[in-house]
């Protein structure tokens, strides 16, 4: 029952409550007044049937006093003109059966002699024994039975009358029910298309009318107050949001703004890098030269202590020269335009190796390409120079045999390259250093010298491509160079594939 009514919309769980509880009232109310009606039927019964008794008794004292049955019958057919009564008899003073009467048609049970005073309810009659008195003498005894169609006839009708009053009010309580129904139904369905609403629209500024003063007005006042809270928060929330979005608008800008200032003053600083750097070579080849002369035209007249300091002049001379040479390569870096395009990097890798090819055949080296680099957009001379810094320094600062060189990448967004040598490795408290202009780890005509601009120039190009550079080492054993050329998806290499090479 419980189950049934459970999943039933509120509306119809209240009419269905309702019904049953009405109905089950009436039922009860209907079934106890059936039962105090059928024995209040029978205790009339009784009543009627003894006074007809008595009666009958009264007349037929006579009769039997003077010994004359036709009399006492003519009394007992008299009794036809109630049509219950199905027959009487009269016994005798000694329970002789003294006369009888029977209504046509029906078989009243006459007992052969009279039983004890009173009444007996039987399966379908009623039957009764009434002493005949003449003054204290009992001088016979009179039998009456009666139909009990007259009870079931009555009881028919009151249950009809019953059941037409259930009804009724059964319909009534239906109507009443339908309609005072929604006085708990309607603000529970208002609430519950409200809450659907708020979370279908994220409205939070709905709110349920109140309409009235219960319990479920104050779940009501509840629901719009846990609205108000959740629309204060959101609010809160929205303007905290926005604020944020402005801030972080104004330090875009700020940002862009610090960015456009710091390229120019990059590019300021490099403009005066190059243009000192050129004005330098002019007075310094100016140095070189006459120092040469000194060594040439007054070779008679310098002693060895002379000659030798010269020499160290000159040498210093050169030396002051390649740094300013790199220094001009690595300003004019930030001079000129990246000239971007779609580069296929093994094309460049094999120019790059072409070149060094000559160098690498007395050195033992061993160049290993596991698989094809991808295509990327950059610029093509630039990315060769990296390459072939790498790739030098991997052979230079390296006393293995053979030296080993693997370059390859590892897929993703951006692809990250590397440059893996099994040279001699770097301490890791040099990572840092390594990329800085002129920062040699090494005496100056250790392996091969060099000016220290190589990495500086890699790392410089590497950041104009928007990607970054990482070294990672094991002193005595290798280290590896990994770098990018773009950051995020918008340079975003696509692996090297000869059937799509055709099409693009
Ligand atoms: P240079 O090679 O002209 O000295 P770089 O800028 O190319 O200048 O390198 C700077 C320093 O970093 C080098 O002097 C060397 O000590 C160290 N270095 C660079 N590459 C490697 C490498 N592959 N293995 C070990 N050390 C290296």
Same mark, same amino acid.
């Given at each position: 029952?419980?189950?049934?009514?459970r999943?039933? #919309?509120i509306?119809?769980?209240?009419?269905?409550?309702?019904?049953?509880?009405?109905?089950?009232?009436?039922?009860?109310?209907? *079934?106890?007044?059936?039962?105090?009606?059928y024995?209040?039927?029978?205790?009339?019964?009784?009543?009627?049937?003894?006074?007809?008794?008595?009666?009958?008794?009264?007349?037929t004292?006579?009769?039997?006093?003077?010994?004359?049955?036709?009399?006492?019958?003519?009394?007992?057919?008299a009794?036809?003109?109630?049509?219950? +009564?199905?027959?009487?008899s009269?016994?005798?003073?000694?329970?002789?059966?003294?006369?009888?009467?029977?209504?046509?048609?029906a078989?009243?049970?006459?007992?052969?002699?009279?039983?004890?005073?009173?009444?007996?309810?039987?399966?379908?009659?009623?039957?009764?024994?009434?002493?005949?008195?003449?003054?204290?003498?009992?001088?016979?005894?009179?039998?009456?039975?009666?139909?009990?169609?007259?009870?079931?006839?009555?009881?028919?009708?009151?249950f009809?009358?019953?059941?037409?009053?259930?009804?009724?009010?059964?319909?009534?309580?239906l109507?009443?029910?339908?309609?005072?129904?929604?006085?708990?139904?309607? #603000?529970?369905?208002?609430l519950?298309e409200?809450?659907?609403?708020?979370?279908?629209?994220?409205?939070?500024?709905?709110?349920?009318?109140?309409?009235?003063?219960?319990?479920?007005?104050?779940?009501?006042?509840?629901?719009?107050?846990?609205?108000?809270?959740?629309?204060?928060?959101?609010?809160?929330?929205q303007s905290?949001?926005?604020?944020?979005?402005?801030r +972080?608008?104004?330090?875009t800008?700020?940002?862009?703004? *610090?960015?456009?200032?710091?390229?120019?003053?990059?590019r300021?600083?490099?403009?005066?890098?190059?243009?000192?750097?050129?004005?330098?070579?002019?007075?310094?080849?100016?140095i070189?030269?006459?120092?040469?002369?000194l060594?040439e035209?007054?070779?008679?007249?310098?002693?060895?202590?002379?000659?030798?300091?010269?020499?160290?002049?000159?040498r210093?001379?050169?030396?002051?020269?390649?740094?300013?040479?790199?220094?001009?390569?690595?300003?004019?870096?930030?001079?000129?335009?990246?000239n971007?395009?779609?580069?296929?990097?093994?094309e460049?890798?094999?120019? +790059?190796?072409?070149?060094?090819?000559?160098n690498?055949?007395?050195?033992?080296?061993?160049?290993?390409?596991?698989?094809?680099? =991808?295509?990327?957009?950059?610029?093509?001379?630039?990315?060769?120079?990296?390459?072939?810094?790498?790739?030098?320094?991997?052979?230079?600062?390296?006393?293995?045999?053979?030296?080993?060189?693997?370059?390859?990448?590892?897929?993703?967004?951006?692809?990250?390259?590397? +440059?893996?040598?099994?040279?001699?490795?770097? =301490?890791?408290?040099?990572?840092?250093?390594?990329?800085?202009?002129?920062?040699?780890?090494?005496?100056?005509?250790?392996?091969?010298?060099?000016t220290g601009?190589?990495?500086?120039?890699?790392?410089?190009?590497?950041?104009?491509?928007?990607?970054?550079?990482?070294?990672?080492?094991?002193?005595?054993?290798?280290?590896?160079?990994?770098?990018?050329?773009a950051?995020?998806d918008?340079?975003? *290499?696509?692996?090297?594939?000869?059937?799509?090479?055709?099409?693009?």
């Amino acid at each position: 029952m419980r189950a049934l009514l459970r999943d039933l #919309p509120i509306r119809r769980k209240l009419v269905v409550i309702l019904m049953i509880a009405t109905g089950g009232a009436l039922f009860l109310a209907g *079934a106890g007044l059936l039962t105090l009606d059928y024995f209040r039927f029978r205790r009339e019964m009784v009543t009627d049937l003894t006074t007809l008794a008595e009666i009958v008794a009264q007349n037929t004292t006579a009769p039997l006093s003077f010994n004359f049955p036709e009399a006492a019958e003519e009394t007992l057919a008299a009794l036809g003109a109630k049509p219950s +009564v199905l027959g009487a008899s009269v016994y005798g003073k000694q329970g002789a059966l003294f006369a009888k009467w029977a209504r046509e048609g029906a078989k009243p049970d006459f007992p052969s002699r009279p039983g004890p005073e009173g009444f007996e309810f039987r399966r379908d009659s009623l039957a009764l024994f009434e002493p005949v008195m003449l003054g204290d003498d009992r001088i016979g005894t009179v039998y009456v039975e009666s139909s009990l169609t007259e009870i079931s006839k009555r009881l028919r009708f009151r249950f009809l009358t019953m059941a037409g009053v259930f009804l009724a009010s059964a319909l009534a309580a239906l109507a009443l029910s339908a309609n005072l129904q929604g006085l708990i139904s309607r #603000p529970v369905l208002h609430l519950s298309e409200t809450a659907r609403a708020v979370s279908e629209r994220n409205d939070y500024s709905l709110r349920v009318e109140k309409q009235s003063a219960d319990e479920l007005g104050r779940l009501v006042d509840a629901f719009n107050q846990m609205l108000s809270q959740i629309e204060e928060r959101d609010t809160e929330l929205q303007s905290a949001k926005d604020d944020l979005e402005l801030r +972080v608008q104004a330090r875009t800008r700020e940002l862009r703004a *610090a960015n456009v200032e710091l390229q120019q003053s990059n590019r300021e600083l490099d403009d005066f890098a190059y243009i000192a750097s050129h004005d330098l070579k002019e007075p310094l080849r100016g140095i070189h030269n006459y120092s040469m002369f000194l060594l040439e035209d007054y070779a008679d007249k310098l002693d060895a202590d002379g000659k030798s300091k010269l020499e160290t002049l000159m040498r210093l001379t050169r030396r002051m020269e390649v740094l300013i040479d790199s220094l001009l390569q690595y300003s004019r870096l930030g001079r000129i335009d990246l000239n971007m395009e779609e580069v296929d990097l093994n094309e460049v890798l094999a120019e +790059v190796l072409e070149n060094l090819d000559v160098n690498f055949k007395s050195e033992q080296v061993e160049v290993s390409i596991p698989r094809p680099l =991808p295509r990327v957009l950059g610029d093509r001379v630039q990315l060769g120079e990296i390459f072939h810094n790498l790739i030098v320094n991997g052979v230079k600062y390296n006393d293995s045999r053979p030296k080993r060189i693997e370059i390859g990448y590892e897929a993703g967004r951006p692809p990250v390259f590397y +440059v893996r040598d099994n040279g001699i490795g770097i =301490p890791d408290k040099h990572y840092d250093a390594i990329f800085r202009i002129f920062k040699r780890l090494h005496a100056r005509e250790k392996y091969g010298g060099g000016t220290g601009a190589g990495l500086t120039i890699v790392k410089k190009i590497v950041e104009r491509h928007n990607g970054s550079i990482r070294v990672e080492s094991t002193p005595g054993e290798g280290t590896t160079f990994h770098f990018t050329l773009a950051k995020g998806d918008s340079l975003a *290499a696509q692996p090297t594939d000869p059937a799509r090479r055709g099409q693009s």
